[in-house]
């Protein structure tokens, strides 16, 4: 399949869709306005004017809803509670998505965090998802087992790709094959690429607000109606008291149900969207798990086994409505689906494919043979693949790092860095980032102390031989970002970011090109897709100290997440002026991505990637 057509084709209908809200938003508001005129066509006072008429009971009152309906005052009482209400559940609701992240969700759903003592199956997950994040230059994600979930299924949660989780059901570990099981873990990662945590985080607080406004009819109808009930009584046995409830009740009845009916029309247009977004964003997905993998045949036989097994199991419990947009599949009928149906999903990854032919294609689920063990069953063997990769820039004899790493750490570390030393004298830039990625997935489950004193030892090592480069020090700041993922991001002015964007272009343009000439013209390439930095003249290396950079990293993670978009597509155009993506060019974007927390858009690598 053309993924990139495919991409572009998802991510404008998902603009299309988003549009959808529009009236949803102004049906909700519209009855709040509505809901004011009729208090006021029934009171026609101001209270806010000691009191006095809005209009003259001797005027003619066929006059008077025209006249309340365009009044400010009128405006005003209708719509600035109702955008009150409104803003603060899409506050709430934020507020407690982004505090809890993915591991909240996780504990929710019972799911267990793989662990260094895991079964083969667990083992083969982590290294597929190790590659995946090497493929699409996002930050390795905590893993996690859903064991009371049924079925071939699969979510990704969190605040953005410095943060995210991902969840895998165990019939998704012991049925899938390995390259299955990639294309399942690819879509979860077009997912996080496509920043669809952060729209479904969007998505669902202003859900919010529709929901927030429904409930607050729904009570204001049952209890004034309790009201009512009593003032009715109280007009039975003639109680003054019992009149006043009667009126009060029966007003608040009214505005409750009006209420109720707008907030219930928002919700229902608004969730119509919101499942329409979901099932335009599965499609883009696959696309991106496609470009990942380089092969959708996986993918595909992933979806053939789970929809088998959806069919077998269909009389089973399914997952809660709440969670069903994130899984990887779900087979609802109804017109409000929050995934595309498979048939359709094959079809798109596989355009000359008949149904019959993917029908006849649907494979039975059987599980997969045991896999070999693979590194970092323990935390010394993630420290030492860790403190491995900061020897990579070190020229000459290596002994006396690894003493100082003898000082720092246990002597079994020391020794696993030792082992290590071939794969880094050979200069396999790969391998390196393979190690990383497999510790920080590892490393990231220790607590702040631990933390704190691996950045510490990291530092030291890189700054063993004296000199810090470039790449170390991004290395050391994607090393922070992941081990700190809600870490406060330091806020600059727009000239300083404009300088930063253009050291971070000069960095890039210099790493992929050899040559001063052709290192020039892909910085203006950058120059061309950011207009800020047109005006920045070209630095070259020697005259950016790594320090600077390591600033320059902390201020570009504040960037807007549209602007640090655009940033890591033109960098990624910059690095591959020539077509080919040399070494040095991607282990900087690499760690650019990381430490800004923004996902390089994956381009073909050349020979030595593949």
């Not at 009191?51 to 405006?75: G, K």
């Not at 165990?170 to 873990?185: F, I, K, N, T, V």
């Not at 479904?200 to 729904?218: E, P, Q, Y």
Request: charged letters at 20%.
């Amino acid at each position: 399949m053309d993924f990139f057509k495919a991409q572009d084709r998802s991510r404008q209908r998902t603009a299309l869709l988003i549009l959808w809200f529009a009236p949803a938003i102004l049906a909700l508001f519209f009855g709040s306005h509505l809901i004011a005129v009729m208090v006021f066509r029934a009171i026609p006072f101001d209270m806010t004017a000691e009191f006095q008429p809005l209009y003259s009971f001797e005027e003619d009152r066929r006059h008077a809803l025209s006249y309340l309906f365009w009044h400010p005052r009128v405006i005003a009482a209708g719509q600035i509670p109702a955008a009150l209400i409104f803003l603060a559940a899409i506050v709430s609701k934020w507020r407690e998505l982004s505090l809890g992240g993915g591991a909240l969700l996780m504990d929710m759903l019972g799911a267990r965090r793989l662990s260094a003592l895991n079964s083969a199956q667990e083992r083969r997950f982590r290294n597929v998802v190790a590659e995946l994040a090497i493929a699409s230059g996002i930050a390795t994600p905590v893993l996690y087992v859903l064991e009371k979930m049924e079925g071939i299924n699969a979510l990704c949660a969190g605040f953005g790709p410095g943060e995210a989780v991902i969840g895998v059901t165990p019939d998704a570990l012991q049925m899938l094959s390995r390259d299955e099981l990639q294309g399942l873990a690819a879509h979860e990662f077009g997912h996080i690429a496509n920043d669809d945590l952060s729209l479904n985080m969007r998505l669902a607080s202003l859900m919010n607000g529709f929901t927030r406004f429904t409930l607050i009819g729904l009570n204001l109808t049952f209890f004034s109606g309790a009201g009512l009930a009593i003032g009715g009584i109280g007009l039975e046995v003639k109680i003054a008291e019992g009149a006043v409830l009667f009126v009060l009740g029966f007003l608040t009845v009214f505005i409750g149900m009006w209420v109720m009916i707008a907030g219930g029309f928002g919700l229902i247009l608004g969730r119509a969207a919101q499942r329409a977004i979901s099932r335009e964003r599965e499609f883009l997905a696959d696309a991106s798990a496609v470009q990942f993998a380089r092969l959708s045949s996986g993918l595909s036989g992933a979806l053939q086994k789970a929809r088998h097994g959806a069919r077998q199991n269909e009389r089973s419990g399914k997952p809660s409505s709440w969670v069903r947009h994130m899984l990887f599949h779900d087979s609802q009928p109804d017109w409000l689906a929050t995934h595309p149906p498979i048939e359709d999903r094959l079809s798109r990854l596989a355009q000359d494919h008949s149904p019959k032919q993917i029908s006849r294609a649907d494979s039975r689920a059987e599980p997969q043979p045991p896999i070999s063990p693979k590194p970092y069953e323990s935390d010394e063997q993630a420290l030492a693949g860790l403190y491995s990769a900061f020897l990579l820039d070190h020229q000459g004899d290596l002994a006396p790092h690894i003493h100082m790493l003898a000082g720092l750490e246990s002597p079994t570390v020391a020794l696993l860095v030792e082992r290590n030393l071939p794969v880094m004298g050979n200069g396999d830039h790969k391998a390196a980032r393979l190690l990383i990625s497999q510790s920080l997935a590892h490393l990231q489950r220790m607590d702040i102390g631990e933390r704190d004193r691996i950045v510490r030892n990291a530092e030291r090592l890189a700054m063993g031989d004296g000199a810090l480069t470039a790449q170390e020090e991004a290395l050391l700041q994607g090393l922070r970002s992941a081990l700190y993922p809600i870490a406060a991001r330091k806020s600059a002015d727009d000239e300083t970011k404009k300088r930063a964007m253009a050291l971070a272009a000069a960095s890039v343009a210099q790493a992929g090109h050899e040559s001063s000439d052709k290192a020039r013209q892909a910085y203006a390439r950058a120059q061309e897709m950011i207009g800020e930095i047109s005006d920045v003249d070209f630095r070259p290396s020697d005259q950016i100290g790594p320090w600077e950079f390591s600033q320059a990293l902390e201020i570009l993670a504040a960037l807007p997440e549209d602007k640090g978009r655009q940033l890591m597509t033109a960098l990624k155009a910059a690095a591959m002026l020539d077509g080919v993506n040399g070494e040095r060019a991607q282990n900087l974007l690499d760690r650019i991505s990381q430490a800004t927390g923004q996902a390089a858009p994956a381009m073909p690598y050349d020979g030595l990637w593949r």
